[in-house]
C-alpha cells in the first residue's frame, strides 16, 4: 500500500471515530450513570422506592403492571402498579411480576417472590431478607408453596429457602395461595396514577426496554458503535505509536 492510501485510510479512521463517539455520547453515559446506580441498587434502596413522574404515562402508556392478589390462609398479597399491601398494609416495597406468596405460621414468616427476587418479613412486615434467584443457581422462580417448610418451584423442579434441590417431591401436595385477583381488584380500582419501582425504570433505561423493541434495537446499535470505537481508537493508537522513530 502507498503512503497516500494509507493516510486516506488514517483520515476516514479519525472522521469515523470523532463522529461515533460524539454521537454514542449520550449513550455512553446512560450506560455509565444508570450502570454504577444498578449496581448499588440495594444500598441507595432503589428495590425500596417508586417513581411516578410524568415520564411514566409517556413511557408507559399500557400501564406499569396490572393489579394480582393472592390469598394464602387469612392473609393477603395485593400488588398494584408495583406498589405491595400484606393484608391491606402498604409495605413500602416493590414487587414486579409476582408469581407467589405464602405464610409459615409457626415460624411468624411472610414470604412471597417475583420471578426473579423473594421477599421474607416478619409478622410486623419486617423486610429479613432479599434473596435474588441467582442465590438457587436458576433463571426464574415459577411458584411458591409450602410442603412441611417453604420452598420454591422453577421449572417442575423444588428447592428449599436454603437452595437445596429436593428430590422425590410430588408437586401436587404443595400448597399454594389461592390467586384472589377477580375477588380483590376493586379494593384498589379507585387508586389511580400509576408508578414503578425506580430499579426498574433505570434497568429499563440501562437496556432500552423503556422504549419497548425499539429502544432495545438503538440499544444494541450503539453497542455495536462501542465496538467500533474501540476497534478505531485501537487501530489509531497502534498505527501511531508503531512507526520507527
Known amino acids: 500500500m502507498t503512503q497516500k492510501f494509507i493516510f486516506k485510510i488514517k483520515k476516514m479512521a479519525y472522521i469515523f471515530h470523532r463522529w461515533i463517539g460524539l454521537i454514542s455520547l449520550i449513550f455512553i453515559l446512560n450506560f455509565a450513570i444508570t450502570g454504577i446506580l444498578l449496581n448499588h441498587a440495594t444500598g441507595l434502596r432503589l428495590y425500596e422506592k417508586n417513581y411516578s413522574g410524568p415520564l411514566v404515562k409517556l413511557l408507559y402508556p399500557n400501564g406499569t403492571s396490572a393489579f394480582r392478589s393472592f390469598e394464602f390462609g387469612e392473609s393477603y398479597l395485593d400488588v398494584l402498579s408495583d406498589k405491595v399491601f400484606l393484608n391491606n398494609n402498604d409495605l413500602n416495597l416493590n414487587l414486579t411480576a409476582p408469581v407467589g406468596f405464602i405464610n409459615l405460621f ?140
Not at 408437586?171 to 400509576?194: K, M, N, P, W
Open 106 to 245: 409457626e415460624q411468624e414468616l411472610y414470604i412471597f417472590a417475583s420471578d426473579e427476587i423473594i421477599f421474607i418479613l416478619d409478622y410486623e412486615f419486617n423486610l429479613i431478607e432479599r434473596l435474588p434467584v441467582s442465590f438457587f443457581g436458576i433463571d426464574r422462580i415459577d411458584a411458591l408453596g409450602v410442603l412441611d417448610d417453604a420452598l420454591i418451584v422453577s421449572n417442575q423442579v423444588a428447592y428449599d429457602l436454603n437452595g437445596q434441590v429436593l428430590m422425590d417431591v410430588d408437586l401436587d401436595e404443595i400448597r399454594f395461595a389461592i390467586d384472589s385477583t377477580e375477588v380483590r381488584q376493586d379494593l384498589y380500582s379507585a387508586q389511580t396514577g400509576a408508578s414503578i419501582s425506580r430499579f426498574n425504570f433505570i434497568s429499563d433505561l440501562h437496556s432500552g426496554r423503556i422504549l419497548a423493541k425499539f429502544g432495545v434495537l438503538i440499544q444494541d446499535l450503539f453497542a455495536v458503535f462501542l465496538i467500533i470505537l474501540s476497534v478505531l481508537g485501537g487501530y489509531l493508537f497502534f498505527s501511531r505509536y508503531s512507526r520507527k522513530p
